[in-house]
């Protein structure tokens, strides 16, 4: 399928406190899998982690490179001091692709990287034409859909950012960032005091007075309880113009990250949806114009 289609695949930012040593463990090992040809590697949720450093950057991109891919820095959504864009900017010193979830990030782009190649992430909420020739005119090469974006947007878009117009194949993306950690105020912790507990506890779940799981907290970042997957939408995608499609570690854990990664790529590559657990079933979305989804239970 991907090669029928020349489909380009990326691979999503970690979203979780994986501790640096997992971390840099799993980039070391996805980027050997086959047809993953750009490589988001950042922080999205909270930059206290610091899970990547300058040199850790450097790294993966020497490792992605040498496997004739991309490395793109991602960014987080919310930017709490002048000391996280200053850290930002140190990174983007080490790629040439930056992904912006934060308009702070753009104009730090703007002002001392106009040379290096952005991304629109999904997380600047990108819904209309208006917006997104606003955002090419002011220099950006590609747009990443927002994950709720109905069929005629994205072709829309798609037409803007022709053949660099991204979509989430899977993953479990944000509904909502705070300013304050959920984790650590789980553990009656202000954030400057959390001990990254996030690491320990990389999900909190969240119940109804019912007791029915609602939704799912990662840090400062709140999350559907199931995760997204739209694999049997790539046809239609494809035909309205998306051209790479993202994959991102949803699961708890980095082993558990890359299994399904390996078996989501056998399902690209076969067209079908990849057996065992955890289980998939279909769900559409409220209005017709909207695409078809499908949910998974939550990763072990």
């Not at 919310?78 to 912006?100: C, F, M, S, T």
Request: aromatic letters at 8%; glycine letters at 8%.
């Amino acid at each position: 399928m991907i090669a029928e289609r020349s489909l380009e695949i990326s691979l999503g930012p970690a979203p979780t406190n994986w501790g640096r040593t997992e971390f840099g463990d799993f980039y070391a090992n996805v980027v050997h899998r086959p047809h993953i040809h750009r490589v988001y590697v950042g922080e999205v949720v909270c930059m206290k982690r610091r899970l990547l450093t300058v040199d850790v950057l450097r790294q993966i991109r020497d490792i992605v490179e040498q496997a004739h891919g991309v490395t793109v820095l991602t960014t987080p959504a919310v930017i709490v001091a002048e000391a996280d864009l200053e850290r930002i900017a140190a990174l983007a010193e080490v790629v040439d692709h930056i992904e912006a979830n934060n308009v702070g990030v753009v104009a730090l782009w703007k002002e001392r990287f106009p040379d290096k190649s952005l991304v629109l992430g999904p997380y600047l909420n990108v819904y209309n034409t208006r917006a997104a020739t606003f955002w090419r005119g002011l220099g950006a090469g590609r747009l990443v859909l927002p994950i709720d974006a109905e069929w005629p947007v994205v072709a829309q878009l798609a037409e803007v950012f022709p053949g660099n117009t991204e979509m989430v194949l899977f993953g479990r993306p944000a509904l909502a960032f705070s300013w304050r950690c959920y984790t650590a105020r789980a553990y009656h912790k202000l954030g400057r005091d959390c001990d990254f507990n996030c690491c320990a506890r990389r999900q909190v779940h969240l119940q109804t007075l019912d007791e029915e799981q609602l939704l799912t907290v990662n840090g400062s970042a709140v999350y559907p309880r199931r995760v997204y997957c739209a694999l049997d939408a790539m046809g239609e995608a494809h035909g309205r113009g998306v051209s790479t499609f993202r994959i991102e570690p949803a699961c708890g854990g980095a082993d558990a990250a890359l299994a399904m990664i390996d078996r989501l790529l056998g399902a690209v590559q076969t067209g079908r949806v990849p057996e065992g657990p955890p289980q998939l079933d279909t769900e559409y979305m409220a209005s017709r114009g909207k695409r078809q989804r499908l949910r998974v239970e939550e990763c072990a």
